[in-house]
């Protein structure tokens, strides 16, 4: 997994690239938790490059939702492959988030 981050308008983007699974899903979490120590708040997970999650990194987005809606801020995902989007149908996670076709919607 590889993960990079940029600020764009209020929105920390994070892209993710490759697996979150078992052996990295603790990497995921502490990227998150680093980042809203540092005071942020509003997130977009671009998961363009994730071509692979199971539920240890399905409960990490679940954690980030809930810890960003508790500062009153915002998590939203883009550009979700369709087999992980397919993923997020089943688990009953794309009702919980808000998903969106690119990061330029997201940022919106």
């Known amino acids: 997994m590889n993960l990079t981050n ?3 308008n209020e929105f920390c983007v994070l892209n993710i690239e490759g697996r ?3 052996t990295n899903f603790s990497q995921f979490e502490n990227e ?3 980042l809203l120590s540092a005071g942020e708040k509003n997130f977009v997970f671009d998961c363009s490059g994730l071509n692979y999650i199971s539920s240890s990194g399905l409960r990490v987005f679940l954690i980030a939702q ?6 009153n801020g915002k998590l939203h995902l883009c550009n979700l492959q369709p087999s992980i989007k397919e993923i997020f149908d089943i688990s009953g996670f ?3 988030f808000k998903i969106f076709d690119n990061q330029e919607k997201a940022i919106q």
Not at 66 to 71: A, E, H, I, R, V
């Open 6 to 8: 940029e600020k764009k």
């Open 20 to 22: 979150i699974d078992t």
């Open 32 to 34: 998150i938790n680093t």
């Open 66 to 71: 809930k810890k960003t809606l508790s500062l």
């Open 94 to 96: 794309s009702s919980i």
